[in-house]
């Protein structure tokens, strides 16, 4: 990813911080506008995983990304290991054929390129803010870098060091969604107007895998966009509340709250003028 590439967005999302200071981005060595690192594997890989639903070429049915037990994390890191490990081995053999040493691209690496680019840039004083994996970042610079300069730091949504990230990765939206289930069973208003979600949002994937829902525009919504819709939990909190609706909705044939996320309409209400 590359955080230069979505500096419109950035740009407004940091506004307030603009009147009085520089925002600095930078992409990190090895992704998109840094000696990005490419190979074969992982493209195809991608290629693969991603919509449409089968292997054009070869007319090949994609096994879904939640193969085996939904319920179980282990089930589901399992999945991950055996649907993307191999791909990622060969991908590393392919980049160390090419000369690339990847010892040089870990994190303690990219904080001292951060440092770096904080001195080449002439700044006496900075501060740090990091989001998501950015927050990892920031605690290398911490650790290794704290009397260069660094005047103040904001984490947003860390990851502590100890912590395997993408190890662990594949079962953060698990978490999300099976805690959503939970609540709602708790609920009872909730659980009174959807009783059973975890069960049925199952139930569900299965159903629109076979016969996919057909929304208004035409386009087909099977159990892949779904899944889509739950994996953006995790950063898009404002999702949250209408899934029980979502599920409900579609279990009936009914899409207005699916496009409503889909398009963002749901949310028009809260955005600016400005970010319209």
Same mark, same amino acid.
């Given at each position: 990813?590359?955080?230069?590439?979505?500096?419109?967005?950035?740009?407004?999302?940091?506004?307030?911080?603009?009147?009085?200071?520089?925002? !600095?981005?930078?992409?990190?060595?090895?992704?998109?506008?840094?000696?990005?690192?490419?190979?074969?594997?992982?493209?195809?890989?991608?290629?693969?995983?991603?919509?449409?639903?089968?292997?054009?070429?070869?007319?090949?049915?994609?096994?879904?990304?939640?193969?085996?037990?939904?319920?179980?994390?282990?089930?589901?890191?399992?999945?991950?290991?055996?649907?993307?490990?191999?791909?990622g081995a060969e991908c590393a053999q392919q980049l160390e054929a090419q000369g690339v040493d990847l010892a040089q691209y870990t994190s303690?690496?990219?904080?001292?390129?951060?440092?770096?680019?904080?001195?080449?840039?002439?700044?006496?004083?900075?501060?740090?803010?990091? !989001?998501?994996?950015?927050?990892?970042?920031?605690?290398?610079?911490?650790?290794?870098?704290?009397?260069?300069g660094l005047r103040s730091v904001v984490l947003d949504s860390t990851y502590p060091p100890e912590v395997k990230t993408y190890e662990l990765?594949?079962?953060?939206?698990?978490?999300?969604?099976?805690?959503?289930?939970?609540?709602?069973?708790?609920?009872?208003?909730?659980?009174?107007?959807?009783?059973?979600l975890k069960q049925r949002f199952i139930s569900l994937l299965a159903q629109l895998r076979e016969t996919p829902v057909i929304a208004s525009?035409?386009?087909?919504?099977?159990?892949?966009?779904? !899944?889509?819709?739950?994996?953006?939990?995790?950063?898009?909190?404002?999702?949250?509340?209408?899934?029980?609706?979502? !599920?409900?909705?579609?279990?009936?044939?009914?899409?207005?709250?699916?496009?409503?996320?889909?398009?963002?309409?749901?949310?028009?209400?809260?955005?600016?003028?400005?970010?319209?």
């Open positions: 990813s590359s955080p230069l590439t979505g500096a419109e967005v950035w740009s407004r999302y940091f506004a307030g911080l603009r009147q009085e200071r520089d925002v !600095i981005f930078f992409d990190q060595r090895g992704t998109r506008l840094s000696s990005p690192l490419r190979c074969e594997a992982y493209t195809k890989l991608m290629a693969l995983v991603l919509p449409p639903d089968e292997d054009a070429s070869a007319g090949t049915p994609i096994t879904p990304q939640y193969a085996g037990d939904i319920t179980d994390p282990d089930d589901l890191l399992q999945a991950a290991r055996e649907r993307y490990g191999p791909a303690i690496n990219s904080a001292n390129d951060a440092v770096a680019l904080v001195k080449a840039l002439g700044y006496d004083e900075y501060n740090l803010y990091g !989001i998501s994996y950015g927050t990892r970042l920031a605690l290398e610079v911490m650790r290794n870098h704290g009397a260069s990765l594949s079962i953060s939206t698990h978490e999300v969604a099976m805690q959503l289930f939970a609540d709602c069973q708790q609920d009872l208003a909730c659980n009174a107007a959807y009783p059973d525009n035409g386009t087909s919504i099977t159990d892949r966009e779904l !899944i889509n819709v739950m994996h953006s939990l995790t950063s898009r909190v404002e999702i949250v509340p209408y899934v029980p609706l979502l !599920i409900d909705e579609l279990e009936r044939g009914e899409t207005a709250t699916y496009e409503g996320i889909a398009s963002g309409s749901l949310f028009a209400a809260a955005t600016t003028p400005d970010e319209a």
